[in-house]
């Protein structure tokens, strides 16, 4: 394969919830492949780089994303990668607020950043590709509570969409839907059996780690996966190929 279709040099990326964990390992990922990267969440981020520019605010909130989007370049590359857990709730343990705050974050919020980027003036020829962030609660029961497994389905489906209504606009959207994998995020998993349980039920045994996540988003970002459209690529370590009967 060509080196080429690999070089991420000079690329403009958008990364949400680059402050810790998966968010974190892209930036630094495409930092160290030469592109600028624009990372944003709610907490402070720590990264430091020449290329690197944060911006602290909420993306739950359109007005914030409006306003971010007027002093960005044109994007080449936008991974919505920040999420929110919901401990696992069942329905009717799930409030209507926590139900809202969940969709709010996981999916209303990519809604509104990839309609923000799909808006921004580009070249005819200029692709934008979206790698968007799902989950193994995007296609199974027991990955998350009810709110965040809705909202990961709906990532799916909404990446799928994407594909649909602007390809011929050069525009490319794939998901990743990840297992466990050890960030600050999933950090209450670890305080109790459930780390050795889930582990175990991993065909290598152990979690994942962001930046083999980090990994997978350069080469969904690259040119070597520009015929990947609309795909959902799954990096669990095998947990959701079976279990033992």
Not at 141 to 167: E, P, R
């Amino acid at each position: 394969m060509k080196a080429q279709y690999f070089d991420l040099a000079q690329k403009k990326v958008l990364i949400t919830g680059c402050a810790s964990g998966i968010g974190q390992a892209q930036s630094q990922a495409f930092l160290e492949q030469g592109a600028f990267v624009w990372g944003i969440d709610r907490k402070v981020c720590t990264t430091t780089a020449t290329n690197f520019h944060f911006r602290q605010l909420d993306i739950t909130s359109s007005g914030a994303v409006e306003k971010l989007f007027a002093t960005l370049p044109t994007l080449d590359i936008i991974c919505n990668t920040a999420g929110q857990l919901d401990n696992y709730q069942a329905s009717q343990a799930t409030s209507r607020t926590q139900w809202d705050q969940i969709l709010a974050t996981n999916l209303t919020s990519m809604f509104t950043i990839s309609n923000a980027g799909l808006s921004q003036p580009r070249a005819a020829n200029q692709p934008l590709v979206f790698v968007n962030m799902a989950s193994i609660a995007g296609f199974m029961a027991s990955g998350g509570g009810a709110a965040y497994t809705a909202s990961k389905h709906a990532v799916i489906g909404y990446t799928k969409q994407l594909n649909w209504d602007y390809a011929s606009r050069q525009v490319r959207a794939n998901c990743i839907a990840p297992g466990a994998v050890q960030t600050g995020m999933t950090q209450p998993d670890f305080q109790d059996a459930t780390a050795a349980k889930v582990a175990a039920q991993t065909l290598i045994k152990r979690y994942a780690q962001p930046t083999e996540v980090a990994d997978l988003t350069l080469f969904l970002a690259s040119n070597a996966s520009q015929y990947l459209y609309g795909t959902v690529v799954v990096i669990d370590g095998g947990f959701s190929l079976g279990k033992t009967i």
